[in-house]
């Protein structure tokens, strides 16, 4: 499942990417393979709090982040 | 002083700060050099280089990158990384999980680091400890904790810069992943809840969020066009016309007669009469006002807030979020925001960002007098048509731009600092430094086109200039005859043009259907000559002159429809 299909207030853990635009946007923003992430808004962009950090990534690139429960 | 041993001549050390946005290396830079570099708490502060001499070595501050890839500001950073005789990587302390990145990029490209971990303050508040000894056995490289804007690790710094050539040998070795260096190195004893988090809870949920979005407005409404313009302004301006300007017209007169130099200095546009009075009266306790508003907001992390709730508007103008910094250090100076279009991924949307904020984003000094001179009315109905006028073109145009450029759009990611509640200190030395920028940058601009305009005016051109824009300014604008004034001011600098309207509207721009309109004109009109310096430098001579064109008709043809329909409401 993408991180877009998560509900607001839902943690999951990063699988992969669908492609390496996703990979390299995500990456670069410390979303790698392996980071737990917890949904916290979803209005306007998707609003992702991972370790001390927020971050918000826009509905596409969130379609593209793949996570396990 | 230190000397790099790889330069045979023993020239300056070139030490260049990089790292991710919003991590402090401006703050790093103050403390290193004392010397100033704009300090936001949101990311893309720094779009232009600042550079400063300390100890024999030349100190560089970039502007923040979250990795060495492919876009405008990646390169040229890049650039500047290649030259570097040491690179001071900055990472944060609560953002390191992403900062890391970076850092082994640099160490791929065998950069001689520093790793510098600061705000570490705040990640002492927050329970979490990062043991810097651990990750630097395992990087490979010298780690210093920093608290910049308190200078904690300034001399630790000074002394890893100062032995860095001795240590050479220690090159970097980058073999661990990110989440091994993450697990060996840092300790979260009792992760204290986040109160920033629990406010973002309100302010990302459009429900909460929106409405505070209006009362900022409000607020920077109440604060410039109540308390700056309703007072000081009133104060200076009545000041200035009753005791000092027929004081000088007085010394003038009595030194230079009527001659024309005696014009230049203080006749109707005079250097020593509109002039002062434009920038001293009008202009300067405007945009003091306006930047200490927007350095509190900048400094408290909400504008990346203000991204996320606009990120679905800024998608219907073929741009995202990320456009929010071009709009917004537009609103500061037209020029900055269109180099500030840089960080932008897309060359679509680089385009439409610096068309928007060269048409539909007035600058500081000039936002500064349309909201005193709307203040001025007494009507909330004002200000309301003011805005939503302004808001339709800007969304108009951005929907056309989106329709008619073709390309893809890039990935909008942000990151969210922390809000923090603004150091006054670095709100006044900010303030300080833009409205010393401004002043230096106007003056001579304002002064030249003083005499410039009062050459104009004593040839009798200006008269010509008058009569041939009538038929716009009387017949299209509905507007005195004397507005073409305003044109020609205009053409030079937008808020020449708006102090101009101000000037006007005590006697000559008596209603508010000639107040709206003459404000949305020189809102929409052409963009300023440096701004256009810089279109020109950013996207070539066929955008800065569709663009410039492309301005003056939009705000004619919007006047001219504007002022018709005010005059048909008023009649009904
Ligand atoms: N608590 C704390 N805040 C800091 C520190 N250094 C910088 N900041 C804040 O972090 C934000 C970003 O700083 P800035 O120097 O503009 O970062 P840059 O974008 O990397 O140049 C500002 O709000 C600073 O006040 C620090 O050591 N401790």
Redesign the pocket.
């Known amino acids: 499942m993408s991180v877009l299909e998560l509900s607001v207030g839902e943690s999951a853990q990063i699988s992969g990417f669908a492609n390496q635009k996703a990979a390299c946007a995500s990456q670069s923003m410390g979303l790698w393979e392996g980071q737990r992430i917890q949904i916290a808004h979803k209005f306007g962009a998707v609003v992702i709090n991972v370790n001390f950090r927020t971050v918000a990534i826009s509905k596409i690139l969130a379609k593209e982040i793949y996570v396990s429960l | 002083m230190f000397h790099c041993d790889r330069c045979p001549f023993k020239r300056e050390c070139n030490i260049v700060l990089a790292?991710n946005?919003?991590?402090?290396?401006?703050?790093i830079f103050h403390m290193l050099s004392g010397k100033y570099a704009e300090?936001?708490?949101y990311?893309g502060?720094?779009v232009a280089m600042a550079k400063a001499r300390i100890h024999s070595g030349i100190l560089m501050d970039t502007p923040?990158i979250y990795g060495l890839g492919d876009s405008q500001v990646e390169k040229i950073t890049k650039e500047y990384m290649d030259k570097a005789d040491v690179v001071v990587n900055?990472v944060g302390a609560l953002t390191i999980d992403r900062d890391l990145f970076l850092t082994k990029q640099l160490m791929e490209m065998n950069c001689r680091l520093i790793l510098v971990v600061?705000?570490i303050?705040?990640a002492e508040k927050r329970g979490i400890s990062i043991d810097c000894e651990e990750l630097s056995r395992t990087l490979g490289v010298r780690v210093v904790k920093?608290?910049?804007?308190?200078g904690v690790g300034r001399r630790e710094l000074m002394d890893a810069l100062q032995n860095f050539t001795i240590n050479l040998c220690a090159m970097p070795n980058g073999s661990a992943n990110v989440g091994e260096i993450l697990g060996k190195c840092i300790a979260t004893q009792r992760a204290k809840p986040c109160l920033s988090r629990k406010i973002d809870g309100l302010l990302l949920n459009p429900i909460v969020g929106l409405p505070v979005a209006a009362l900022v407005l409000y607020a920077l409404f109440k604060v410039l066009g109540v308390i700056v313009s309703g007072h000081v302004v009133d104060y200076l301006v009545s000041n200035i016309d009753e005791f000092y300007v027929p004081m000088v017209a007085k010394y003038t007169a009595r030194f230079f007669g009527d001659s024309f130099f005696s014009k230049i200095l203080s006749g109707e546009f005079g250097i020593f009469t509109m002039v002062v009075k434009m920038v001293c009266g009008i202009l300067l306790p405007l945009i003091a006002g306006f930047y200490v508003v927007m350095s509190l907001l900048e400094?408290s992390g909400y504008i990346p807030r203000l991204t996320v709730l606009t990120n679905k508007f800024f998608n219907f103008l073929g741009l995202n979020g990320d456009a929010m910094i071009p709009m917004l250090l537009g609103l500061g100076c037209g020029a900055m925001g269109t180099i500030s279009t840089r960080i932008l991924g897309a060359e679509k949307e680089k385009i439409i960002a610096t068309a928007l904020v060269g048409i539909g984003v007035p600058c500081a000094a000039q936002q500064g007098i349309i909201i005193a001179l709307l203040a001025s009315r007494n009507d909330a109905g004002v200000w309301f048509t003011y805005v939503a006028v302004m808001l339709a073109v800007t969304t108009l145009c951005g929907m056309a731009l989106n329709f008619l450029i073709k390309g893809d759009n890039s990935n909008f990611v942000i990151d969210i600092?922390p809000l923090?509640i603004p150091?006054l200190k670095?709100c006044c030395r900010k303030t300080t430094h833009r409205v010393r920028d401004f002043i230096g940058e106007s003056l001579p601009i304002f002064a030249l086109s003083s005499v410039f305009i009062t050459t104009l005016n004593e040839c009798g051109a200006l008269r010509r200039i008058q009569l041939s824009l009538s038929p716009i300014v009387e017949n299209l604008l509905h507007l005195p005859r004397e507005f073409s004034d305003i044109f020609v001011m205009g053409i030079i600098r937008r808020d020449f043009a708006s102090a101009g309207v101000f000037n006007m509207s005590e006697n000559l721009l008596t209603t508010n259907a000639k107040i709206l309109t003459a404000t949305v004109v020189v809102s929409l009109f052409v963009p300023c000559i440096n701004a256009v310096v810089v279109i020109l430098k950013e996207r070539g001579w066929r955008m800065a002159l569709a663009l410039w064109t492309g301005a003056f008709i939009i705000s004619i043809a919007v006047g001219s429809v504007l002022t018709r329909s005010l005059e048909a409401l008023t009649n009904v």
């Open positions: 790292g946005p919003n991590v402090g290396k401006s703050s300090v936001s708490n990311p502060t720094s923040g900055v600061n705000q303050d705040e920093t608290a910049a804007i308190k400094d600092p923090r150091s670095n």
